[in-house]
């Protein structure tokens, strides 16, 4: 099965993969991932999610905590948490592929309430695990479709949601649960998260964070860090510099304007605190990512 699963993932996505080796398809939230080649580390805010590797390797890292991981195994992530990523085992003759779904709240929220009550966990943002056979079959089942719109126009859905199922139903479960268990700490941390991700160049009040968390802020302290990893302040400072590197890289920002442009208002600041997460200052680092995607090109 994971052959099958392997061969139709490797089909569409040499058929229909973009220049950022990425193929979209027709199922909302689902994307196949390819690379011919080691990347360089990708920084960036993962949502909550699922990726099922089925060739090749990859590392992806949350605050001091690293995970490697191949085929056969997936990676789990339950809320928005800044990660570095970096695909550690492809090449042209063996290429890096994973199907990326995108985990849908409410879903699991009607799957939780039709399962009925069971433990949930909240603490663990970022897990490896080996892939379940029956989430192997159901994404193999989906990706067969692809061929058959009609059908995938009729399918599609509830295949997406047996996707969901399965995964509540196996070891991520209790990991998940907790993205759909009403007014959770999940529930409730997300909610202060969106509000940092809208206005992330925004001075930021603890307090109104706690008020959209309906806690008070000793407790949103304690459970912000435990389902992040971060501080408020911390998870927003790397909101911004993620946001200002994207900006550089991706559309030939000015340093300046890109550190204005996130919130920064000293560029000096900027420049000490980029070279702390990205491990150089940004000139260099845009530069040797510039490289690099050049010659990956």
Do not use: C
């Amino acid at each position: 099965m994971t052959d099958q699963l392997l061969d139709h993932a490797r089909r569409y996505a040499d058929a229909h993969v973009d220049r950022n080796g990425v193929a979209a398809t027709p199922v909302e939230g689902l994307v196949i991932l390819r690379e011919m080649a080691p990347t360089m580390l990708q920084y960036a805010v993962s949502k909550p999610m699922v990726a099922l590797v089925l060739q090749g390797g990859k590392r992806v890292s949350m605050g001091s905590r690293s995970f490697d991981f191949g085929a056969g195994e997936s990676l789990l992530i339950t809320t928005d948490v800044p990660t570095v990523s970096q695909i550690t085992k492809a090449s042209t003759i063996l290429p890096y592929y994973s199907l990326v779904l995108e985990l849908d709240p409410a879903i699991v929220a009607d799957l939780v309430g039709q399962i009925g009550p069971a433990p949930f966990e909240a603490d663990q943002p970022v897990r490896v695990d080996p892939t379940e056979v029956e989430i192997a079959d159901a994404a193999l089942r989906l990706l067969r479709l692809f061929d058959r719109p009609s059908t995938l126009a009729v399918l599609g859905q509830q295949l997406r949601r047996e996707l969901h199922y399965w995964l509540l139903s196996g070891r991520h479960g209790g990991a998940i649960r907790a993205l759909g268990v009403t007014d959770s700490h999940a529930q409730r941390i997300a909610r202060a998260v969106a509000l940092l991700r809208t206005h992330y160049a925004e001075p930021v009040r603890i307090e109104a964070l706690a008020e959209a968390a309906g806690m008070s802020l000793s407790a949103f302290h304690v459970h912000f860090r435990n389902i992040t990893s971060l501080t408020p302040l911390q998870f927003q400072k790397q909101l911004r510099l993620i946001e200002a590197r994207r900006r550089m890289l991706a559309l030939g920002t000015a340093i300046s304007d890109a550190a204005y442009g996130v919130g920064y208002e000293s560029v000096p600041q900027f420049t000490r605190e980029y070279g702390r997460m990205f491990g150089q200052p940004p000139a260099r680092d845009i530069r040797q990512a510039r490289a690099q995607m050049n010659v990956a090109a």
